[in-house]
T-cell receptor, first 112, second 113 residues
């Protein structure tokens, strides 16, 4: 199993650009989440999904969209990048809400 | 939704000493209590978890204790080593419908050799 994969590993965007961060898991997990982690800070939930076709907002959803058309994939879309979105983004998946969350390696995003 | 607090936010211990980190939660329906470790530049990874039918669980030098009445659980690390230096997060979970999974704000542990 590859576990949870994320692409790209690093990305630099200019203010106003849009892009999609990819996340995929091969463990047949229903639950997937996106977190952002600012330097020296904790994990803040952006969006999450409890299964294909179902998504919901977390603590900091503004400026981001998600979709879950398949169990495996959970892409995060930045609509119009802003410097405040400079962060490390982690995708995570779990069998359901009461089991271990597996994290991807992260995407380091810089917005200039 | 769940309100989660971790204390302390930073902790420095001498190598060989013990470290204790406490996590307080608000949802009395929580019944799964994991701790994650995040080393510098790495992803968070589960190190130990406990379910609500158990009061304590040990795995070598780490242990988790649960007090459901007081709604808190703690991570205990004994005989600390430099490689224990990391940020630790708690993430209590329950069956409360589709409420989002949130993490505590983290505790930065530094083990001084």
């Amino acid at each position: 199993n590859a576990g949870v994969t994320q692409t790209p590993k690093f990305q630099v965007l200019k203010t106003g650009q849009s892009m999609t961060l990819q996340c995929a898991q091969d463990m047949n997990h229903e639950y997937m989440s996106w977190y952002r982690q600012d330097p020296g800070m904790g994990l803040r939930l952006i969006h999450y999904s409890v299964g294909a076709g179902i998504t919901d907002q977390g603590e900091v959803p503004n400026g981001y969209n998600v979709s879950r058309s398949t169990t495996e994939d959970f892409p995060l879309r930045l609509l119009s990048a802003a410097p405040s979105q400079t962060s490390v983004y982690f995708c995570a998946s779990s069998r359901d809400r009461k089991y271990e969350q597996y994290f991807g390696p992260g995407t380091r995003l810089t917005v200039t | 939704g769940e309100n989660v607090e971790q204390h302390p936010s930073t902790l420095s211990v001498q190598e060989g000493d013990s470290a204790v980190i406490k996590c307080t939660y608000s949802d009395s329906a929580s019944n799964y209590f994991p701790w994650y470790k995040q080393e510098l530049g790495k992803r968070p990874q589960l190190i130990i978890d406990i379910r609500s039918n158990v009061g304590e669980k040990k795995d070598q030098r780490i242990a988790v204790t649960l007090n459901k009445t007081a709604k808190h659980f703690s991570l205990h690390i004994t005989e600390t080593q430099p490689e224990d230096s990391a940020v630790y997060f708690c993430a209590p979970r329950g069956d409360s419908g589709n409420t989002p999974l949130v993490f505590g704000k983290g505790t930065r542990l530094s083990v001084i050799a």
